[in-house]
């Protein structure tokens, strides 16, 4: 055009910044608006402000502004528009404040801008103030409402809106579908679903992928399901969302079965499943998922590799955890609060106090759950002064404890029987930290108070406190009225707990062994006869190890593992070695009416010893054994690992219910109290 010396006019430009791809290409346009005068146009002006703001770039933009020598609604809505997608609060009031004539269009666009950046209150006057409201007014402000999580009173302006007699569209009714969802409000829900049906929108595929996901958030699982069912136009949305309903209605198979039949699959896809597999605890098929994952070439993300490691942390598969973590590494993924937290946690619980620091001093941004993270897990390694001095290096730091923070520290004074400092921590967590005391708080102190012997103590806690106490905090003064041998208060608790709680097996073992210490046999087999009425079965002893990437699991005298002729031979060998060392069976835990011999035999295989003798021979040295197990280990297998480990030079490391125990050259990390 230029070079047939035809003359752009201020139509021209325009068009040209309409097409300009980059800043470069529309700053040279820019050169010859200047060059040519047509600055001054108001079409061209215009176009150049929409042009700058839509790149970003609002310093050019308002230079073009303040230089225009006409201003018209364009230009001033122009400007506006771009502060506001600028999230540029302040600059957009100066405009607004400042416009000759408000436009309805300005008003709703200042009301998006402060529901964007949570200034609800503002918005809701600005609403008040207008002359003229339109449908964009109302939808703005509901969804102003949706997403500062003010659900009822953004539900609340969509009934005035309805009773003013203004007409819906999608925006609105998606805001209200998600409102809904997030208040589990299937009664409006359903109203929002009717009124979609009566103005004729509710074939739109993003309305349909709401309602699936409302009904589901609801509980409905079956509207959910009929919605998606007779939908004609499915996109991957309407796939996930009917997924996500199943799983959170418990219906995995179901969940599964749509999975494996999806026209195509998105990391969501993936992400859900794997999550609700975790969430779920089937923790098996949480991992060849993840494996399948891996085949199909799905890149993970930040939520499945956190449901993943939550797995691994359950199955004690450590080899696959820290595959993840170097997968992490490798592909450069962002450390976040959340997937680091998850790292912390999954390496102190199965032991790896080492790695779980590493991961945490290379993580720059700690929120206070990582914290909570370390110091717990530091406690439950045993390493209680470490624990306590990262507390301190955390207030050091800034990061106010919340109530968690201190469910840790109290845990590690009562690991190490800190009376003194618990009671300290306690009172500085309600003075210093303002922090209400809850009953965990209350159960830690009990539990500290209960296993220095401090029995009575322990029990007037437990009458004083402002909550009534729950099933675990008795449960402490029970264990430790067993620990301590006071069989009058250990009886007489341990019938209340039965009272309050018949199904729980650990309690009606406790009391049975309380019993049994003191040769009660008929309250022994009174318990028993209480457990078969109530239907009340005994957890039995289960202990997990690694090796070679498998997972094992122990049984208490479990005779079905493929290797068991070589375990039944390490198990003899341990018996000899440990006889040399001067091994004699602690039988008092064996609550059975039966002679010496047999309560011997019967300790010989528990699941930890098998899994221990499955270490000896599977794992070679100098790895450690580590070991998973779902109840508290006994004093006779925590005798014997303190042997072996001494007797066959190997570190064994035992997760049970409480703590982890580090066995080293014969002694524990727990210092034989626990």
């Not at 779920?280 to 949480?286: A, G, S, V």
């Not at 449960?475 to 009886?491: F, P, R, Y």
Request: proline letters at 2%; one cysteine or more; charged letters at 25%.
């Amino acid at each position: 055009m230029l070079l047939d010396n035809v003359s752009p006019d201020n139509y021209t430009y325009p068009l040209l910044f309409q097409a300009s791809a980059s800043q470069f290409e529309g700053k040279l346009i820019h050169g010859h608006v200047l060059h040519l005068g047509f600055d001054c146009d108001v079409y061209v002006s215009n176009t150049l402000i929409i042009f700058y703001a839509g790149i970003d770039s609002m310093r050019d933009a308002r230079k073009v502004f303040d230089e225009c020598t006409v201003l018209d609604s364009v230009t001033w809505n122009s400007i506006l528009a771009g502060y506001v997608q600028a999230g540029d609060v302040k600059e957009a009031m100066w405009v607004y404040d400042h416009m000759p004539e408000r436009s309805v269009i300005a008003s709703n666009s200042m009301i998006v801008l402060f529901g964007k950046k949570g200034s609800v209150s503002e918005a809701h006057r600005l609403f008040d103030r207008m002359a003229e409201r339109d449908l964009v007014s109302w939808s703005a402000l509901i969804s102003c409402y949706e997403q500062n999580g003010m659900y009822e009173e953004g539900l609340s302006v969509f009934v005035k809106m309805i009773v003013s007699g203004i007409m819906v569209d999608k925006v609105v009714i998606l805001s209200v579908l998600s409102s809904c969802a997030q208040l589990s409000d299937v009664r409006m829900g359903k109203l929002t679903h009717a009124l979609s049906v009566k103005v004729g929108i509710e074939s739109y595929v993003n309305l349909r992928n709401a309602l699936i996901n409302m009904y589901s958030k609801c509980g409905e699982v079956k509207s959910a399901e009929l919605l998606f069912n007779s939908g004609q136009c499915l996109d991957l949305i309407s796939w996930n969302s009917m997924i996500s309903g199943y799983l959170r209605g418990g219906l995995v198979a179901q969940a599964r079965a749509l999975f494996d039949i999806m026209p195509e699959k998105d990391i969501v896809s993936w992400s859900t499943m794997i999550s609700g597999y975790a969430q779920d605890d089937k923790f098996l098929e949480t991992l060849d998922l993840f494996q399948e994952m891996q085949i199909q070439g799905v890149r993970p993300d930040e939520t499945t590799l956190v449901s993943v490691l939550s797995a691994c942390t359950h199955m004690a598969a450590l080899e696959q955890g820290k595959w993840i973590h170097a997968y992490i590494k490798k592909n450069g993924m962002k450390m976040n609060v959340f997937l680091g937290t998850t790292l912390i946690d999954m390496y102190m619980k199965l032991g790896c106090v080492e790695n779980a620091l590493e991961v945490f001093n290379g993580i720059d941004e700690k929120g206070v759950s990582t914290w909570n993270a370390l110091i717990s897990g530091l406690t439950m390694n045993g390493s209680v002064d470490k624990s306590l001095e990262t507390f301190l290096e955390m207030e050091k730091y800034g990061v106010a404890p919340n109530e968690i923070t201190f469910v840790a520290v109290l845990g590690a004074c009562r690991q190490m029987g800190l009376v003194d400092e618990g009671k300290n921590y306690f009172s500085s967590m309600l003075r210093d930290y303002r922090i209400e005391a809850n009953v965990k708080h209350y159960g830690c102190m009990v539990d500290l108070l209960g296993r220095a012997g401090r029995l009575k103590e322990a029990e007037e806690l437990i009458e004083s406190m402002p909550m009534a106490p729950d099933v675990a905090t008795w449960g402490a003064l029970l264990g430790a009225c067993k620990k301590h041998g006071d069989n009058q208060m250990g009886a007489r608790v341990g019938k209340k707990l039965v009272e309050l709680q018949p199904d729980h097996d650990g309690f009606h073992v406790l009391l049975s062994n309380i019993y049994a210490s003191k040769g009660n046999w008929e309250g022994v087999h009174e318990i028993r006869e209480t457990m078969t009425k109530n239907r009340v079965h005994k957890t039995p002893g289960c202990s997990m190890i690694e090796a070679d990437g498998t997972v094992h699991e122990f049984l208490a005298g479990d005779k079905t593992h493929p290797k068991i002729n070589e375990i039944e031979n390490m198990l003899d060998e341990m018996a000899k070695k440990l006889k040399m060392a001067g091994y004699a069976p602690d039988i008092n835990d064996v609550s059975f009416d039966i002679d010496q011999e047999e309560k011997e035999t019967s300790l010989s295989r528990h699941s930890e010893k098998l899994a221990i003798a499955f270490g000896l021979v599977n794992i070679p040295a100098p790895m450690p054994i580590r070991i998973m197990k779902n109840l508290r280990i006994c004093n006779d297998c925590h005798s014997v690992a303190k042997l072996v480990s001494k007797a066959f030079d190997r570190e064994i490391v035992v997760r049970d219910r409480h703590l982890f125990h580090h066995f080293k050259q014969g002694s524990c990390s727990c210092k034989d109290y626990w």
